[in-house]
């Protein structure tokens, strides 16, 4: 079993920035890689961004391309995700994932633990 948990959510204006944590634990070995999702209000959920584990590889989706940046820290078994230049769009509740057994980063299925998520709200 892995425990994913995020944190760093919360309230800006347009135009500025937030960073959020997500921090693994457990059997986190089996890791290939982590990724990060998001969910608005009456949508599916959506992906935003992942990083391989092994190869430090990164992966966004064209929304956020040029705004955001996921990182790690594999001492700590953590992943971040810079956001910058936030928009109202980016509005969403954010999840943190883990996949041990696929490579397809920005597909739902291919995680196998999921945080509780962390609220974003971007003010117009």
């Known amino acids: 079993q892995v425990h994913v948990v995020e944190s760093g959510g919360g309230l800006v204006q347009a135009g500025g920035s937030l960073r959020l944590s997500c921090a693994a634990s457990g059997r986190t070995f089996s890791s290939l890689g982590m990724g990060w999702f998001r969910q608005a209000p009456g949508k599916e959920r959506a992906f935003v961004a992942a990083l391989s584990w092994s190869g430090g590889n990164t992966y966004y989706a064209d929304s956020v391309k040029g705004r955001f940046t996921i990182s790690r820290d594999t001492a700590k078994n953590t992943v971040y995700l810079q956001m910058n230049s936030l928009k109202p769009e980016d509005t969403a509740v954010y999840y943190c994932?883990?996949?041990?057994?696929?490579?397809?980063?920005?597909?739902?299925?291919?995680?196998?633990?999921w945080g509780q998520g962390t609220q974003v709200t971007v003010s117009s």
């Open positions: 994932a883990v996949s041990s057994g696929s490579r397809s980063y920005d597909k739902y299925h291919a995680y196998d633990y």
